[in-house]
């Protein structure tokens, strides 16, 4: 065996230029389909992580203030409380919260702190006390915000547990700044611990989060939200959304609104990301097809070529199973040193930060799945050339010209 694989690798080396383009389209095709397996399972993965929040029955209410910028003052601030009053009377509103960012929207709020010495980059959001109850937000540390928060001299803040983790390691937040403030801002301090808020929803990876709380009361600290979120109750039909409307405007009438249902929010959102990927799993698989055609074309070309060669072999005893795996052999032979030319330059990914953007496990898994596809796909391509050399007589060897 171990002679008949040197074999193998010899005939290679010899015909190294006809095999090279054979090589660089295996290559390229190992690398597009690394990259589609690759976003699959992180896909697949995130998509298995909680979403840490319940979108069913929730509206979004996008509030068009019709001014420039969000310095707050105590009319906007009563306005704003105004719209909430009125449509908490609804008898189909459960709850009403405030906030500046909604999920699945395009909009965000974020940015780099250093936390415990660690450079931390986390998503962040402002809300009002009922935040929690309108997404269904689940604690699993300290409390959530309520009105005893008003008098303080810092503003509570909620994280999620993978900010947690990042930041405070096995140590309990509670109570502690979770990052320095700047000159003339409040110190923002931890009082609770939620599981998490995928506000991107579930295909995007997981990210820490923070939520702070909004005042009410104290128009200099904080700015107007554009979004109210209404909890609604089970049953509420899209008709509701005419009234609702309605009472907003008779509420407020010199602001506009958009309504829109989080579902519709995330079905878009998920619409818009795998769209591309669908597409770019069209465009890998054709070219796999037509690398595997080709790769038939050429495997049959060849053993019609040498079939003097293979008769002549069998003329000297060699199986059925022997030219099988001649021929199949070559074949895995040029697949793996094309593969090992992908795997090698995929190692270098982790050296530019690949890892900070998918999970070990994924960029590992992926290699593995690629390459088992890639092995599959010649030895199929293989398969049919290799049947009919095996057929091939020791006579023909002496017909063949």
Not at 46 to 67: C, H, M, T
Not at 284 to 305: D, H, K, N, P, Y
């Amino acid at each position: 065996m171990i002679a008949t694989t040197a074999h193998l690798f010899k005939l290679v080396w010899n015909r190294k230029r006809s095999n090279a383009l054979i090589m660089l389209e295996l290559f390229i095709a190992f690398l597009a389909l690394y990259g589609v397996t690759a976003l699959s399972l992180f896909f697949w993965s995130n998509y298995n992580k909680p979403l840490g929040f319940s979108y069913a029955n929730v509206w979004q209410v996008e509030i068009d203030r019709k001014e420039q910028g969000d310095k707050p003052s105590a009319e906007q601030t009563e306005r704003l409380r105004r719209l909430i009053r009125s449509a908490q009377t609804l008898s189909e509103v459960e709850n009403v919260t405030a906030s500046f960012t909604v999920p699945f929207s395009n909009s965000g709020k974020g940015g780099n702190y250093t936390i415990n010495g660690k450079q931390l980059r986390m998503d962040i959001n402002e809300v009002t006390d009922s935040f929690k109850d309108v997404m269904n937000l689940q604690l699993t540390n300290g409390r959530w915000f309520n009105p005893s928060d008003d008098g303080q001299n810092w503003i509570p803040v909620i994280i999620n547990e993978r900010l947690c983790a990042a930041g405070f390691g096995s140590e309990s937040p509670l109570g502690k700044p979770l990052y320095k403030p700047e000159p003339g801002e409040k110190e923002r301090r931890v009082v609770g611990v939620i599981t998490d808020f995928r506000k991107n929803g579930e295909l995007p990876r997981p990210s820490l989060f923070m939520a702070e709380r909004i005042n009410m009361n104290d128009t200099a600290s904080f700015h107007v939200p554009h979004n109210l979120m209404l909890k609604l109750r089970s049953g509420t039909t899209a008709a509701f959304e005419e009234t609702l409307v309605k009472t907003l405007q008779a509420t407020v009438k010199d602001w506009s609104y958009r309504i829109t249902p989080l579902q519709e929010s995330h079905d878009s959102t998920l619409k818009n990301v795998m769209i591309p990927f669908v597409l770019l799993g069209l465009v890998v698989g054709f070219l796999l097809l037509m690398v595997a055609l080709g790769l038939v074309g050429i495997v049959w070309q060849s053993v019609t070529r040498r079939t003097r060669e293979i008769g002549v072999r069998r003329a000297f005893g060699a199986t059925y199973g022997d030219v099988h795996f001649f021929v199949l052999g070559e074949l895995l032979i040029i697949t793996t040193f094309a593969l090992i030319a992908g795997v090698v330059l995929l190692l270098q990914l982790p050296l530019v930060g690949f890892l900070d953007l998918v999970d070990a496990s994924v960029y590992a898994a992926s290699m593995v799945l690629a390459m088992s596809i890639m092995y599959g796909i010649t030895a199929l391509c293989g398969l049919y050339p290799s049947m009919l050399a095996s057929r091939i007589q020791p006579s023909e060897a002496l017909r063949y010209e």
